[in-house]
């Protein structure tokens, strides 16, 4: 097994110094943590923490005197207008995911990620603009998610690209870090503004805020680098080199800087041997169909872990168990989920993709069971005071799911997904993945109502059945991929190796240096002959 050629063993091209044969994992050493990585992770993070922000406010908008006299009927919402409400911006977002990767292609990761933070102000115009017709804020929320859709794949993709070995996952898992920092916010401004009672200003504050985020990120991704996976498929060698070099405080000819260079000339000397790339190859082309319904079911799974139930209906949900401010355990659940995210960057840094994956959908369906059980059985639906301690149960267990999510499914599928595929097939089969998300993101939002409705508590349930599934999936079908170059996992799956079977990185790392030797022995006497 092989995974290098026979040219990345021994000389990275013309002028350019021997690599060693060290493997990648011993060569991300010599990388150091830089600040111009770190601000590069951060800048691009606003992205997700855009998404955060509008996922966060709307729950605290139903219960808003002034918003549910607008647009609420006798300041009711039903479950259809309120499922639309919420629903309408994941449905932009799955739209804006899927064309993200064409867009990516023809603009470059950079110029696409500001162009999609300044769209979503036109959204956000439209839902301030609001009167009382409430499809109009609804079409202002689809709007949003056009640009936020497309960042969601965006900035993953722009983040796994460019990031040094020792900082991928760290910075990737970052997204998702100002998803939960984007819900936090929005839900203390709602909280602050919330009693503003009889001025649209309760919500509209929250709301035009948002553009204050866009422009951060619009503005301040002109200033950072492109990625130079994306540089290099452009002819732009030099500056991909520079990139990769300053990003992990290296000089332009140290060997991790070479080694990545004739790893990405490669890939791109093999995709360019054969025909230009069509979208459905990432059904068809080598191990693709795996990899692009692994990238859909992990991301379709991120959803039916059950975050967003909490998130996009907190303030009902809780307003059900008794709770006279349930606002208050909005923030709670919110706090919680931001402290335990950064928690989640040091299991991404430290611990394998694959078993935090497990454990975290296995702790999740347990609460889950909790849950359900607690609600429909012991909760007084009627009068919820008289059962204080089957409502204290619900917060509690919530926030145990909230800690399981924020350190294991919360960042790591946005970076297991991020480094999935290879160059050639990345910024549709992304796409794809990614809008696998936002299509159950839409279906839990709009159709959550009308279950909760009709099955109530027993809705967490399904929940736990899907984190069940989740665990067998990663078990048998996600190879480890912390601390691989994207060359590197990709020639994993391409070798077909067996996802169950254990491999540390001594092991791997022998086996890899051994492969490569051979490889420099079998092209010296092929030189030689």
């Given amino acids: 097994m092989r995974f290098f050629n026979s040219k990345s063993a021994t000389t990275a091209g013309d002028g350019v110094p021997p690599i060693p044969t060290n493997d990648v994992a011993v060569l991300a050493k010599e990388q150091k943590i830089t600040m111009m990585a770190i601000w590069l992770g951060t800048v691009a993070s606003v992205g997700g923490f855009m998404f955060g922000y509008v996922s966060g406010q709307i729950s605290g908008f ?131 503004t919330h009693n503003m009672n009889g001025t649209s200003a309760s919500w509209r504050i929250p709301n035009a805020i948002s553009f204050a985020w866009a422009l951060i990120l619009g503005g301040g991704i002109l200033f950072l680098p ?35 260079i004739n790893e990405i000339r490669e890939k791109l000397e093999e995709e360019r041997a054969g025909a230009e790339a069509q979208w459905y190859e990432i059904f068809t ?71 935090a994956l497990m454990v975290g959908a296995a702790w999740m369906m347990m609460c889950f069971l909790v849950y359900s059980f607690v609600g429909h059985f012991s909760l007084d639906h009627t009068n919820p005071q008289n059962t204080p301690s089957a409502g204290n149960v619900l917060i509690v267990f919530s926030c145990f799911f909230i800690v399981a999510f924020a350190t294991t499914w919360g960042p790591l599928v946005w970076t297991v997904v991020a480094e999935l595929y290879p160059a050639r097939y990345r910024a549709p089969a992304m796409a794809v993945a990614t809008a696998a998300n936002w299509f159950w993101n839409f279906m839990m939002s709009f159709f959550t109502r009308f279950i909760t409705d009709k099955i109530g508590y027993l809705y967490g349930l399904v929940f736990a059945g899907c984190c069940a599934a989740l665990v067998a999936v990663v078990f048998f079908f996600l190879i480890e991929s912390k601390d691989r170059s994207l060359e590197e996992i990709d020639s994993m799956y391409l070798m077909r190796w067996d996802a169950a079977e254990k491999r540390d990185n001594e092991r791997s790392s022998e086996s890899s240096a051994a492969s490569r030797r051979t490889d420099s022995r079998d092209g010296e006497k092929g030189r030689n002959e």
């Fill in 62 to 192: 139903f219960d808003m005197e002034d918003y549910a006299r607008r647009f609420g009927d006798n300041y009711q919402f039903s479950a259809a207008r309120q499922g639309a409400i919420v629903g309408l911006l994941p449905a932009g977002c799955l739209f804006g995911s899927l064309i993200a990767g064409k867009i990516a292609d023809s603009l470059g990761r950079r110029l696409s990620i500001c162009f999609s933070a300044l769209f979503s102000c036109i959204g956000t115009i439209i839902e301030v603009s609001s009167n009382t017709v409430w499809a109009q804020f609804a079409v202002g929320r689809l709007v949003t998610g056009f640009g936020i859709g497309a960042l969601s794949v965006l900035v993953p993709m722009y983040q796994s690209e460019s990031s040094p070995v020792i900082l991928r996952g760290v910075l990737i898992s970052c997204y998702q870090l100002f998803i939960t920092l984007g819900i936090w916010l929005a839900e203390m401004i709602n909280y602050g």
């Fill in 285 to 355: 082309g080598p191990r693709m169909l795996y990899r692009t319904l692994l990238g859909i079911v992990l991301q379709s799974g991120q959803q039916l872990t059950g975050a967003n139930f909490f998130f996009y209906y907190g303030t009902t949900i809780f307003r059900a168990t008794g709770l006279s401010d349930s606002y208050i355990t909005q923030i709670i659940l919110g706090s919680v989920n931001v402290g335990c995210t950064f928690g989640g960057l040091w299991v991404v840094k430290n611990c394998g993709r694959r078993n």
């Fill in 226 to 260: 492109e990625s130079p996976r994306y540089a290099y498929r452009k002819g732009r060698e030099d500056e991909a080199r520079q990139t990769i070099a300053r990003l992990a405080g290296l000089p332009l000819d140290a060997p991790s800087v070479n080694l990545q």
